[in-house]
């Protein structure tokens, strides 16, 4: 009788530890919200979706294909802010409610007809198109269901359609919105796609993952062989996986992924309770150098050195298994969406002793994350600061021709991720223009610039420094050469009557702005800027009837300026 009970309480164990959630349910209020736009209730992208540099941090709802759908207050609260800006979320409205959440509403067209005006007016009390206005709380109040606003396309939208967030109005942590209930039907499981293992004796940047064939029996992914015999003795695994909801196509993101090794829970991670301050954490998270490649995007079952806090939550350890010599692990991972869908993948692991043992080499140039790293030499110097980095690299500089065949560098990869911005300098050969000197940092298809300035302190007259979130290619230019004005289909003279908007486009051979100002006789006048290099006015009671003069003037981020003085008829 004593063994019977002593088998079933074995047996017991295991099935609790094998069920064994690592995270805990989330207790947010289902029917408080209602659904934000007038439009189909379904979605185009979800919370924790990935994306370049950044998770997706809201819903993409559906607007039908169409502009100028009636955006509504998804709860009883007030308008607390106001932004409007070139790319991000264009125009955007924040609503306070009293159960401590805010909601986000981006993407916009024109506001209802009150805010509209309010807004309007403090564009010119400022003297800026671009604003993040905090609003009065008794101001706007709305009702659940009241209309804010017309969805739109502005800002870094791709096609129209409304993004919606709920986040925790005190700390500003985002929130996954499919948690609150919102009807958007979902009993599909999350497909696994790809199964990846890293040798974890060395870093995630000094390897390419090996991905291991996967395949669905009975219900659940299963290697294609039952057990992988790997050549190293420390182990973690990535997956490739998305969700999709009823009735859609759509390829959306995961909400969570747990690894359990012999049956016992070692760590997971959960898409909710992000910040913006923590979302270009992203590349901690993914393997960032298989992606930037032209891989695929993988997520890590494992936390990396350098990233200390955020969306993992470690039970038994980092995600990084060790396996003793002829040991047998047994490996499941579960991959659920916010409806509780679970996808399972199953598999065994073990060490292989006999082949060779990676040694990594020793080298000064180790940079480490949780270190400080420098680099100098008599031409550049960069300060990495200890929590840029989120895994080791053995870091390289090579001499190479910069893009107007000066001299330039290449900082070891671009292809290696850094969270914040970080100081390179670099001495300058070309004394002519100390004041307009400007670096230049590229990686394929991608160009930054920013104001060099001069270093004071630490260094010989003549070297300059800026600051760049990211490795790559870097030269020190002279900027010499100030924006151009183009009109679109106006000119000096024009009879505008029959126009309704003037347009502007901008170029720079640095495509730095940093100021782009109008004044119709000699007063400030609202140009928008929503996408790309066009600056456009649509008339309004700002501009009357009559003769007028406007007067149009750009600066560069090194100071050079173009004025350029249109007389007018309307």
């Excluded at 129209?160 to 919102?182: A, C, M, Q, S, Y």
Aim: net charge neutral; aromatic share 12%; proline share 6%.
């Amino acid at each position: 009788m004593i063994k019977n009970i002593l088998v079933f309480t074995i047996f017991l164990n295991s099935v609790v530890a094998a069920s064994a959630q690592i995270f805990t349910p989330k207790k947010y209020p289902k029917d408080y919200f209602t659904w934000p736009v007038q439009a189909k209730k379904s979605l185009v992208a979800n919370f924790g979706e990935l994306r370049p540099n950044h998770y997706h941090m809201g819903l993409d709802c559906r607007t039908n294909q169409r502009e100028n759908m009636p955006v509504l207050a998804a709860a009883d609260g007030y308008i607390a802010k106001v932004k409007i800006e070139p790319s991000g979320f264009g125009r955007c409205i924040y609503i306070n409610h009293p159960n401590g959440l805010t909601t986000l509403y981006a993407h916009l067209n024109e506001f209802n007809p009150a805010l509209e005006k309010y807004v309007t007016e403090q564009q010119y009390q400022l003297e800026s198109w671009k604003v993040f206005i905090d609003i009065p709380a008794g101001l706007f109040p709305v009702n659940k269901g009241q209309f804010i606003a017309y969805s739109g396309n502005t800002g870094g939208s791709q096609g129209p359609h409304l993004h919606f967030e709920i986040r925790d109005t005190k700390t500003d942590k985002v929130l996954n919105p499919l948690l609150f209930g919102f009807p958007v039907p979902d009993n599909i499981a999350p497909s696994v796609m790809r199964l990846a293992v890293y040798d974890r004796t060395k870093s995630t940047y000094e390897q390419s993952p090996r991905f291991i064939p996967i395949k669905k029996v009975n219900g659940v992914y299963v290697t294609v062989l039952a057990t992988l015999v790997l050549p190293f003795n420390k182990v973690s695994f990535a997956i490739a996986a998305v969700d999709r909801s009823n009735g859609s196509s759509n390829a959306n993101g995961i909400f969570e992924a747990d690894l359990f090794v012999d049956d016992q829970p070692v760590i997971g991670f959960q898409l909710d309770s992000i910040s913006y301050d923590e979302t270009r954490y992203l590349n901690a998270h993914i393997d960032y150098k298989l992606r930037s490649t032209g891989g695929p995007f993988v997520q890590h079952l494992s936390r990396l050195p350098g990233y200390k806090n955020g969306i993992y939550k470690e039970v038994n350890g980092d995600g990084v298994i060790n396996i003793d010599a002829d040991e047998t692990r047994q490996v499941k991972i579960e991959v659920k969406d916010t409806e509780g869908n679970k996808a399972v993948v199953q598999f065994a692991v073990k060490s292989n002793d006999s082949l060779p043992v990676y040694t990594a080499p020793v080298s000064p140039d180790l940079f480490k994350p949780g270190y400080v790293n420098v680099f100098e030499n008599n031409d550049i110097s960069l300060y990495i600061p200890e929590t840029h980095l989120y895994d080791s690299f053995y870091f390289k500089v090579t001499d190479i021709k910069g893009k107007a065949g000066e001299p330039a560098y290449q900082l070891h990869s671009g292809n290696i991720p850094v969270q914040a911005m970080f100081p390179i300098s670099i001495k300058n050969t070309n004394t002519a223009y100390p004041d307009k000197m400007v670096m230049h940092r590229w990686w394929g298809s991608k160009d930054d610039y920013a104001k060099a300035m001069p270093v004071i302190n630490g260094k010989e007259a003549g070297w300059y420094k800026a600051s760049f979130k990211a490795l790559g290619n870097v030269e020190l230019l002279t900027d010499i050469t100030p924006p151009t004005i183009r009109p679109v289909g106006f000119y000096d003279g024009i009879n505008a009557a029959k126009l309704n908007r003037i347009a502007f486009v901008i170029l720079d051979n640095t495509e730095e702005l940093t100021n782009f100002r109008a004044t119709l006789d000699g007063r400030w006048l609202r140009f928008s800027n929503d996408k790309g290099k066009t600056f456009i006015y649509k008339f309004d009671k700002y501009c009357p009837p009559g003769a007028h003069e406007l007067k149009i003037s750009v600066e560069d981020c090194v100071g050079n300026k173009t004025e350029r003085l249109y007389r007018f008829n309307r």
